[in-house]
Nanobody
């Protein structure tokens, strides 16, 4: 089994910062892209940021310059540093990873989600 476990969500005032972490565990051979998605109430889930195993990053326009994603391949962990948070960043944030298992199966795995609430 492969799983992603997230941590770091919570309540913060507008302009504040939070750091999310997501650790992968299980029968993992390699992890390609790791990313963060979010889903606000009444809205569709959207990509926030992702990062390849080589460190190439991609961000949705609304978070560019405020959020930074990084990863530690040895720890199989991806991070999302969120600065200058806005009320519109309020959402459940989900970690996502594209994983090749030790049995050479390709899986797209999701974390359980962590709630980020930004108060005005």
């Amino acid at each position: 089994q492969v799983q992603l476990v997230e941590s770091g969500g919570g309540l913060v005032q507008a302009g504040g910062s939070l750091r999310l972490s997501c650790a992968a565990s299980g029968s993992i051979l390699s992890i390609n892209v790791m990313g963060w998605y979010r889903q606000a109430p009444g809205k569709q889930r959207e990509l926030v940021a992702d990062i390849t195993s080589g460190g190439r990053t991609n961000y949705t326009d609304s978070v560019k310059g405020r959020f930074t994603t990084s990863r530690d391949n040895a720890k199989k962990t991806v991070y999302l540093q969120m600065n200058s948070l806005k009320p519109e960043d309020t959402a459940v944030y989900y970690c996502n990873a594209h994983i090749t298992t030790l049995f050479l199966r390709y899986l797209e795995v999701w974390g359980q989600g962590t709630l980020v609430t930004v108060s005005s």
